[in-house]
């Protein structure tokens, strides 16, 4: 499995005017395999997550159960994470113009 997308969330409710996202950011640029990271907002739960792009599932779970849990850890908030297979669903994702498969 090559392209390989996560999905992360964090339930914890900050409106993310208020969230300090750039050194996230800083750190997430260091983390290997990690391709591209769509940020996510929660409509009316201020939840906080993300959709990412990885290289690889064992780059993308190495970073679900490291960094990621870590953070939710220390928010002291539950969290969600799905792996997704981003080869198996190509040709339909291209049919419908995703960003991902240019």
Do not use: C
Request: proline residues 6%; without cysteine; aromatic residues 14%.
């Amino acid at each position: 499995m090559g392209k390989t997308f996560l999905y992360t969330e964090i339930q914890a409710a900050v409106p993310f005017e208020q969230f300090d996202w750039s050194p996230i950011n800083a750190a997430l640029k260091a983390a290997p395999g990690l391709i591209r990271k769509t940020w996510l907002s929660g409509i009316g739960t201020h939840t906080i997550g993300g959709f990412y792009e990885f290289d690889s599932a064992e780059n993308a779970l190495a970073f679900a159960q490291g960094p990621f849990a870590e953070e939710a850890r220390r928010a002291g908030a539950p969290a969600t994470t799905r792996l997704f297979d981003g080869d198996i669903v190509k040709d339909a994702s291209l049919d419908m113009s995703s960003p991902y498969y240019a």
